[in-house]
T-cell receptor, first 113, second 111 residues
């Protein structure tokens, strides 16, 4: 199995630009999670989906952030407009069941100048 | 909300030494997990604990689920350079899909 795939691995952009992060979960996994990791706040859950439906988006910082999952094999996290404080590592994770292990992707390292 | 306090924040040890780190919570969890994150990668699950008092080993790693269900510890015996990374604890409640993560313990091992 290829594992969770994220793209791009690195993104450098200027403040105000739109950023789109992509994730392909492990085939057959019904749960998909988006996390943000910073030195100050550690790993924070932003949003998660079950069977392509957003279940809990209470961790999404503000309206500039949006996430979609149009099908079982693809999800996007979009930031528009981006700000320097959005600089972080964004992880996608998937699991086959709510009680099962979450498998993390390699992350996207975002730097907003 | 729930918070996990993980300690120590960082450790710098010599190869061959044993390591111990722990995690405490303000509330109970039904599952405790320990992840390791290598530089530039995502966290990888090391050990999962599902029962209060449970002691589980994975090679040189041993983890325990505290009796009160509010804490857990991870021990690494005879450390080697490839143990370098950030170790995270995470707690999960039954019926909830989400994990609460500690802020991590950064481990550095000198050859």
């Amino acid at each position: 199995d290829a594992g969770v795939i994220q793209s791009p691995r690195h993104e450098v952009t200027e403040m105000g630009q739109e950023v789109t992060l992509r994730c392909k979960p492990i085939s057959g996994h019904d749960y998909l999670f988006w996390y943000r990791q910073t030195m100050m706040r550690g790993l924070e859950l932003l949003i998660y989906f079950n069977n392509n439906v957003p279940i809990d988006d209470s961790g999404m910082p503000e309206d500039r952030f949006s996430a979609k999952m149009p099908n079982a094999s693809f999800s996007t996290l979009k930031i528009q407009p981006s700000e320097p404080r959005d600089s972080a590592v964004y992880f996608c994770a998937s699991s086959s069941d709510s009680r099962e292990t979450q498998y993390f992707g390699p992350g996207t390292r975002l730097l907003v100048l | 909300g729930q918070q996990l306090n993980q300690s120590p924040q960082s450790m710098f040890i010599q190869e061959g030494e044993d390591v111990s780190m722990n995690c405490t919570s303000s509330s109970i969890f039904n599952t405790w997990l320990w992840y390791k994150q290598d530089p530039g990668e995502g966290p990888v699950l090391l050990i999962a604990l599902y029962k209060a008092g449970e002691l589980t080993s994975n090679g040189r790693l041993t983890a325990q689920f505290g009796i009160t269900r509010k804490d857990s510890f991870l021990n690494i015996s005879a450390s080697i350079p490839s143990d370098v990374g950030i170790y995270f604890c995470a707690g999960q409640l039954t019926g909830y899909s989400t994990l609460t993560f500690g802020k991590g313990t950064m481990l550095l091992v000198s050859p």
